[in-house]
Structures are given as C-alpha cells and as structure tokens.
C-alpha cells in the first residue's frame, strides 16, 4: 500500500510523508529538489530525485514501487512570482500534472490527492469562503491550481480515477524541528528569520476595515494539514465517497497585528514592526470553513496560533545559520 508523494521533500510534502509513515502506510518520494530538502526525508523512505516533466521515470516509479495512489504536492507555489514567469508556472503545475496522471493512467494507478490552492478563489466577494464561491483566480499560480482541479475532474470522467483537491490556505508551523517553511514568500519564515538576523519585520497597511486596521487571514498547522491528507487516502483506500474539493481553513483568521504580538510574546524578543503602505490587491479579511472537510476527513484546528509561532519558531533556530536565503 505504497503512496507516492511529488514534492515529498518540500515544507508540506515532508510532513504529508511522514503523516503516512505514522498512520503505518508506506510512501515514495519523487522530487526534484528545487526547493525540497533531501535531509527531510527519512533514510528509509525512498526518494527518487526526478522532475514530474520526466515521464518515464514517473511511470518507473509507479511500477517500481508498487504505487496505489499519489499524493501530488509538487509545483511551483509562488503566487506572485508566477505573474513574470507565467510559462514556468504552466510547465511545472498543469503539464507536470499532465505528466503525472499519463503515468497514472499507463501504470493502473487509480486514487490522487491534489494539492490545490486558496489562489482558485482570487479575491472573493465574501467574508467566509466555502467550496461553492466561485473561483476567480487572479494568477497565472492560481489558474495552474484551478486547471489541475479540471484535470482530475475530465480524467475522472473518462477513466475512473478516484480523486480530490484540498484548497490550502495559509500553512504554517510544524510538526517537526527539523523541518521548516524556507519560502522567501510566506509571511511567517520572512518574519521569524528577520527575527532571527537582528532585524525588524514590516506590517503593510493597517488602515484596513478590521478590528486592528491590518489584513485578516486564515492560518492552519502544516500537521494539521498533513493529516488531512492522509485521511483522504485512507478514504479512497476503504472505498468511500470522496467530494471533489475541500477547503482546509479554520473559519476564523487572525490579523497581521495578532501574529506579530504572538511572535514577539513567543520568542521573547521586543520589537515593535515597521509600518508599510497596503499592498495593492490585498483584501482586508480572507478565512475559509473547513466544516466539510472536518466531515469527512478529520480536519481539525489542533493547534492554536501560539502552537503555530512556538513550532515555526524552534525549527528555524534549529536550522541556524545554514537557513537558506532567498
């Protein structure tokens, strides 16, 4: 009962592969390593260093290892770097999907969880995002996320595959010291490693129609989220119904001033954060229900904000100096 997991050496894939170990399934791992770390994957788990471009090694892996079903968290996730590098975004996210369920098809594999994104649904016009508001993506990262969910859809129609997408929304934490968000992107490692090197983080905007005047948004535990995962395929596996998407989201948020209060309260260092202009495109409150996926697949806010910073916080003082940087 092996599952192969793309991208199983990232931030969010290596927690996926470890959650399948715990749970007593067995996993490959096929990465590329572009921003994946070998030293997040367990000695005993394999890892195939391949991208998804690579067909034939894909479909090797598969055949080799006795792959049931995949977990496919590879691509590139940089919202808005994907607007000056649209053609990469389309290459890695919808033809190394392309790629990926060829492979499936080829070999019999029959179950997929997709990792999708929060980035389908662009701005929405509500406060509280379900999986019926209606997606309008507002990148090229965005739309790649939204044609993987319509390639499942029409594959699953023509062949039967068994599938889901699982929309994330802001991912943070972690369940293990030694693994850590290194996105030059993502608000917690930019803040915490500004931390880390002495200097002081920036808020953008905090003239915003909310009760501090910064952006709301929907924070979940990468753990958390890892679970949830896992529970998809031990669904599919027990042969029961599947929805074609959930949100994973925590229904509530939590705004830029309370995380950097919780920051500055969990690592015990005093700052005050520097003052930005707002961002143009950022919407003043985005938080998602999970109710539906608490339903069917033990989604569950298990860790508050604090359990987030304190984790986040004691992984990048593991990785020290040799942190990467952007």
């Known amino acids: 009962m092996t599952w192969l997991v793309t991208g199983g050496a990232g931030y969010i894939g290596a927690h996926v592969v470890r959650s399948l170990r715990e749970a007593g399934m067995s996993a490959v791992v096929l990465d590329d390593l572009s921003s994946g770390f070998s030293g997040f994957v367990s000695d005993d788990v394999p890892l195939v260093r391949a991208t998804l471009l690579d067909g034939l090694t894909v479909e090797e892996t598969l055949r080799a290892h006795d792959v049931v079903g995949v977990i496919h968290v590879a691509g590139f996730k940089y919202a808005g770097v994907s607007v000056t590098r649209p053609l990469h975004t389309y290459d890695q996210n919808v033809t190394g999907t392309v790629t990926l369920l060829r492979a499936m098809l080829n070999t019999g594999v029959d179950k997929i969880v997709f990792s999708s994104s929060a980035a389908t649904f662009g701005t929405p016009d509500t406060d509280v995002v379900t999986e019926e508001t209606p997606t309008r993506p507002e990148s090229p990262y965005g739309e790649s996320k939204l044609i993987g969910e319509w390639l499942l859809r029409d594959v699953a129609k023509a062949h039967g595959l068994t599938h889901t997408s699982l929309r994330y929304f802001n991912v ?43 952006c709301i948004r929907d924070y979940v535990h990468v753990a958390d989220l890892a679970r949830s995962h896992v529970a998809a395929a031990e669904r599919m596996l027990r042969g029961e119904p599947i929805e074609p998407v959930y949100n994973l989201g925590s229904g509530e948020g939590s705004s830029n001033r309370e995380i950097m209060d919780t920051i500055r309260e969990v690592t015990g260092i005093d700052f005050q954060p520097e003052i930005g202009p707002r961002r143009p495109g950022d919407p003043a409150r ?19 904000l604090r359990d987030m910073v304190a984790s986040a916080w004691a992984a990048r003082q593991r990785v020290g100096d040799s942190y990467p940087t952007a």
């Open 172 to 214: 943070v934490g972690s369940g293990y010291d030694d693994v850590y968000d290194a996105s030059p992107h993502n608000l917690f490692p930019i803040v915490l490693d500004t931390l880390y090197r002495g200097g002081t983080p920036k808020i953008f905007g905090d003239d915003y129609p909310t009760p501090d005047g910064t």
């Open 286 to 304: 985005i938080v998602a229900t999970g109710e539906l996926a608490a339903r069917d697949l033990d989604w569950a806010m298990r860790h508050d």
